[in-house]
């Protein structure tokens, strides 16, 4: 059994150090048309094995307040699993108002996919708009502006999922 764990925690840890040289972070990027620039950038890790789970990158739009987020997974992640995310790190943000959000979080529930290894999704506020993008095309879009509040409170929140990754992400911080 040990062997088995030790095998298992071995070749993981050996995708990690694999995985982090396959992130790129381009200074700028165009969607739906616009142009937008590179804020911050982040890894997300989970627990005290340091799995890494998704690259993250924030975007912004010199022109106006339009912002995006970008994901490239690092693994495979099961909606559900993305779904509990959503669920914990919105509680932690909206505190007494969750339950008040729970239209808005069982639409975002219903938008998250599976994902496969490398899958791409972004998260677009665009104007009164936000879009769901996923692997280059749009899967979801909004007009509705209690949505939009949710779209990036789980990772530039007050209460972010990872003090560390807001600050990267915000570029406050070494990366």
């Given at each position: ?50 799995i ?27 909606k ?33 996919p ?62």
């Amino acid at each position: 059994m040990k062997k088995i764990i030790f095998l298992f925690l071995f070749f993981n840890s050996l995708s990690f150090f694999v995985s982090k040289a396959e992130a790129t972070f381009n200074p700028t990027i165009s969607i739906l048309n616009k142009k937008y620039k590179l804020v911050g950038h982040s890894l997300l890790e989970y627990s005290f094995f340091k799995i890494d789970v998704y690259w993250i990158s924030y975007y912004k739009s010199s022109k106006n307040n339009n912002s995006l987020l970008k994901f490239i997974y690092a693994r495979d992640i099961e909606k559900d699993v993305s779904n509990q995310g959503w669920s914990e790190s919105l509680k932690n943000n909206l505190k007494g108002k969750f339950s008040s959000y729970k239209i808005e979080i069982a639409w975002l529930h219903s938008k998250t996919p599976d994902f496969k290894e490398n899958d791409v999704l972004v998260l677009l506020k665009e104007g009164p708009m936000g879009f769901i993008i996923h692997n280059g095309v749009i899967k979801a879009k909004t007009n509705n502006k209690r949505i939009l509040e949710l779209f990036h409170l789980p990772w530039i929140g007050p209460k972010p999922i990872d003090e560390d990754l807001k600050s990267s992400l915000l570029g406050s911080a070494p990366r």
